[in-house]
Each structure stands twice: as C-alpha cells, then as structure tokens.
C-alpha cells in the first residue's frame, strides 16, 4: 500500500519554473514506477513522465520533453518533477502515481496509487 500527497503547485507566469514533489507513504515504495500525470478542465488525464524504480530510465510525453524533468529519492521516499519554460497549455491538475511494471506507462488505468493532485496554473 501506497499512499501519495503531493505539493509545490501554485501561479506562475509564461516562462516561469516550478517544482512539483510527492511523498510517499510505505515502506516497498522504490520497487514502485512513478509517475506525474495531468488533467485540464474538459480533458482527460494525460501522461507527463515516469521514472523506474532504481531511477535509471525515465519516460515523457513529447509535449514536455526538454522542459520537465522527473527525478526520485528512494532514501527520502519521494519523486519531483522540475518544470521549466512553463506554457499556458501545461495548466492543470498534476497528480503523482504509481505502480509496477514498466509498460503501457500513459495509461492512467494501470496505476494501483494516485495523490488528490496539486494545481499548477500558468499565466500568459
């Protein structure tokens, strides 16, 4: 059992940088991928970016690469996502979730553990 509260949301201008965390609750919590999802109002929840257990292979939506980046602390039990070069269209809800395997990793259906989400509203 997982569970997943995650901070750092807030206002930002166009342009701006801002860091997510979630921290985890449990102690089986670096066998577990990790991952940033996000949700706009009307739209469905999108994948933003993964990262294995050891923290050697990480995955991201072609729509933040070179901007986010996801990383973990398996010592302090939680995982990060810096973004930077913030749009307007990355407004949203970022929920952190989790789960086991290594496959299909945007598909929201096959995570076992989300957080309530933290929201990140970027102004132009």
């Known amino acids: 059992q997982v569970h997943l509260v995650e901070s750092g949301g807030g206002l930002v201008q166009a342009g701006g940088s801002l860091r997510l965390s979630c921290a985890a609750s449990g102690r089986t919590f670096s066998t577990y991928i990790m991952a940033w999802f996000r949700q706009a109002p009307g739209k469905e929840r999108e994948f933003v970016a993964a990262i294995r257990w050891s923290g050697d292979r990480t995955s991201y939506a072609d729509s933040v690469k070179g901007r986010f980046t996801i990383s973990r602390d398996n010592a302090k039990n939680t995982v990060s996502l810096q973004m930077h070069t913030l749009k307007p269209e990355d407004t949203a809800v970022y929920y952190c979730?989790?789960?086991?395997?290594?496959?299909?990793?945007?598909?929201?259906?096959?995570?076992?553990?989300w957080g309530q989400g933290t929201q990140v509203t970027v102004s132009s």
């Open positions: 979730a989790a789960r086991y395997y290594w496959t299909a990793l945007a598909a929201a259906a096959q995570y076992n553990y």
